[in-house]
T-cell receptor
Framework: EAQVTQNPRYLITVTGKKLTVTCSQNMNHEYMSWYRQDPGLGLRQIYY???????DKGDVPEGYKVSRKEKRNFPLILESPSPNQTSLYFC?????????????FGNGTRLTVT | AQKVTQAQTEISVVEKEDVTLDCVYETRDTTYYLFWYKQPPSGELVFLIR??????QNEISGRYSWNFQKSTSSFNFTITASQVVDSAVYFC????????????FGSGTRLSIRP
């Protein structure tokens, strides 16, 4: 089954404790991206990757890191989480660079930073 | 500047009513794509439709229809004879060929269908 898998689904952590949210897709998509969803703000792009070893900042990259060492994986790293990073996070992938093909989303990770 | 506006934050209707979700976009690009996504209460995001800027034909899929009008920069979504299962948050999104990586989402409209 074609899918984007994110883990974990729920995560509660404390300020400053490094964490990683994993994302993997099995559709051989070139494009992958991370979004955060906050009430009233819709989905905002954090980072994206057009292909292996190619990553770039989205609209809200501060406090986040990503890497794309393999085509299928695109982890999101919070080196020192803060409470304002409490949010619902989605990983997504698509073919053809993303601009004209629909995004396939993971099921989301609800992160709480206390 | 590129922007997507979904002015309706929340809509509540009774089952079987028709409902239209508005989406207005801003871009100076001549080539772009518009999308609608659905987020049911379970939380996942599901693709509904894609439309490119050169195709202004309206589209109908069962009870769903989309009205794309470049003259008013709108891409509205109508649900006919709404059902409780249509209750969800709906997002409109814009992607630009000038910036292949950038997909701009609206803030979403929460639709509640009352039985």
């Amino acid at each position: 089954e074609a899918q984007v898998t994110q883990n974990p689904r729920y995560l509660i952590t404390v300020t400053g404790k490094k964490l990683t949210v994993t994302c993997s897709q099995n559709m051989n998509h070139e494009y992958m991206s991370w979004y955060r969803q906050d009430p009233g703000l819709g989905l905002r792009q954090i980072y994206y990757s057009m292909n292996v070893e190619v990553t770039d900042k989205g609209d809200v990259p501060e406090g986040y890191k990503v890497s794309r060492k393999e085509k299928r994986n695109f982890p999101l790293i919070l080196e020192s989480p803060s409470p304002n990073q409490t949010s619902l996070y989605f990983c997504a992938s698509s073919s053809l660079g993303g601009y004209n093909s629909p995004l396939h989303f993971g099921n989301g990770t609800r992160l709480t930073v206390t | 500047a590129q922007k997507v506006t979904q002015a309706q934050t929340e809509i509540s209707v009774v089952e079987k009513e028709d409902v239209t979700l508005d989406c207005v976009y801003e871009t100076r690009d001549t080539t772009y794509y518009l999308f609608w996504y659905k987020q049911p209460p379970s939380g996942e995001l599901v693709f509904l439709i894609r439309r490119n800027s050169f195709d202004e034909q309206n589209e109908i899929s069962g009870r769903y229809s989309w009205n794309f009008q470049k003259s008013t920069s709108s891409f509205n979504f109508t649900i006919t004879a709404s059902q409780v299962v249509d209750s969800a948050v709906y997002f409109c999104a814009l992607s630009l060929t000038s910036s292949a990586s950038k997909i701009i989402f609206g803030s979403g409209t929460r639709l509640s269908i009352r039985p």
